[in-house]
Structures are given as structure tokens and as C-alpha cells.
Nanobody, 115 residues
């Protein structure tokens, strides 16, 4: 299993970013996928989940209405569209899945929201 996140960077408050996570080494279209984040000095927290088909999505209350998780099973990629970003969204963002009882993580991509 390999997960490679990209798309992070520095953005001003109120701005938008789209994160991508390219997956390989497993049958992507059969697994739910997740985004997590770890703010500086804090625990890693769940952000969003998308079902294997993309039909069902769930979000943490802190991002609901601002973030959208999506996937392209033809490209083995999951996305996180983030808008109305605020400094509290500053974190390293990770994509993740559970396969055969084991959780896998990517290396993360840094998002900094600052003026």
C-alpha cells in the first residue's frame, strides 16, 4: 500500500486548496478512504471519509460545509477540496485507509493558513 498526498501549501484566511492523495498497491475502488489532520502540537484528528463508491461521505463538525471529499476510482485518487480556510485549519493532512485490520497512512502534506 502506498499513499502519496500533495497539494498543500500556504494560503491566506478565506482561501481554498485542493489536496490529492494518489493510492497504489491495492484495489482502490473497494476501500473507504479517509482524510485526517494533525495541527501543530495536537493529536491527529479525523476530517472526512468517503465510501468506496463515493456515494457516502461524512465530515467532522469542524469542517462540515467547508470541505468536500471526493474520489476518482479511475485514477486511484482521493481529494479534499477545502474552502473558507482559517488559521485553525493549519495542520499536516494525511490520507488513510484500513485494509485487513491495519491502518495505512501517507506521508502527509502541510497546510498553513496565515496572512
Amino acid at each position: 500500500v502506498q499513499l502519496v498526498e500533495s497539494g498543500g501549501g500556504l494560503v491566506q484566511p478565506g482561501g481554498s486548496l485542493r489536496l490529492s492523495c494518489a493510492a497504489s498497491g491495492f484495489t482502490f475502488s473497494t476501500y473507504n478512504m479517509n482524510w485526517y489532520r494533525q495541527p501543530p502540537g495536537k493529536e491527529r484528528e479525523w476530517v472526512a471519509t468517503i465510501s468506496s463508491t463515493g456515494i457516502t461521505t461524512n465530515y467532522a463538525d469542524s469542517v462540515k460545509g467547508r470541505f468536500t471529499i471526493s474520489r476518482d476510482n479511475a485514477k486511484d485518487t482521493v481529494y479534499l477540496q477545502m474552502k473558507s480556510l482559517n488559521p485553525e485549519d493549519t495542520a499536516v493532512y494525511y490520507c488513510s485507509l484500513i485494509k485487513q485490520g491495519r491502518r495505512y497512512w501517507g506521508q502527509g502534506t502541510q497546510v498553513i493558513v496565515s496572512s
